[in-house]
């Protein structure tokens, strides 16, 4: 079979740092893989944009075409505006229709949680990831005058909203059965109005999966309460982006939270980051928590599997995801948990944990 190719851009900050960790580790995993991977670095970021004017060559999408998935450290930097590096993001997941944003939080044993009664947390958070509030249109209106307007309208298509939710429910099955559709459409009839009738109808050709829809501020509400009641939660872009911050610090902050942006079905190769930035404040010191970046490499061996590009690749994640629990739970820890152990002391642990699980 042809080698698996992944196209690594470690980014900005921390997110060399965390990379570096993801290489160790699925170097490890090829040793178990039946398919070989073919690993490029590319040195795209803020340093480049810094050198040429740009944060990657201009042709980069045509590059990144050719690859199985791609894997991204962190993108932002304080010498420059957000949205430069980050343009390069949003480009990738817009012009990929990478239109599921996977989120997974779970609270593992061993890390702390602000919630005293410590319940168990395993939820699947599928974000649309191309519409919604984010779909960029809007303008304003007599800029700098006191009668300055801002327009901004929300995107929702019957199309977009029918694809995300599909997939939501093809997870469920494969987990508890439950899927929770958040909605606002008391306050928003239009197009939360469209969101409930289309989820709703996707529904009913799940007859296997428990169904409902709770509204955002009660969402928010019962993520502290009673976060073990959720199982796979269907979100839009803009609430999806809110509810799975939160779901971060649940389950022990930033420097866990994996994300995905993907296109099941899709020509084009699918993203996996980690869901925090490049973190200035502490990039350059050695003590960034990997685990975010290596539990979004272990969604990217299962999605590889899904993809028919990885046999076994389900397999290789759940031992990543086991090997990262079995870490966490005994140490060593960065300082974000509340340990003095570096980021490459982390990813070290993780890598031979995942060589013993392997049999190696
Ligand atoms: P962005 O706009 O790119 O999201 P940000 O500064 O708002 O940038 P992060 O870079 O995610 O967000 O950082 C938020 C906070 O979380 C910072 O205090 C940072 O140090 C901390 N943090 C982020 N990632 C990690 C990590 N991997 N390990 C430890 N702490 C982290």
Redesign the pocket.
Known sequence: MLPVRLAVIPGD??GPE?TAEVLRVLRVVERRSQVPFDIVEFPWGTDHYLRTGHVAPPDFLEVLRGFDAILLG???DPRVP?HIP?GLVLQIRRQFDLYVNLRPIRLVPGVPTPLAHRPTIDILFVRENTEGEYAQSGGRLYTGSKDEIAVHTAVFTARGIERVAVYAFERARRRRRLVTSVSKANALPHTYGLWDEVVKRVASRYPDVTFETVLVDAMAYHMVRQPDRFDVVVASNLFGDILTDLGAALQG???LAASANLNPDGPYPAMFE?V???????AGRG????V?AIWSAALALEYLAHRGRLPGGDRLAEVVVQAITDVLGVGPH?P?LGGSASTSDVGRAITERVTELMGL
């Open positions: 900050g921390v965390v962190a993108m932002g957000d980050v902050g930033l420097g980690p925090h930035g490049s973190a200035p404040d502490i003590i960034a928590n990997p975010g960065t974000d």
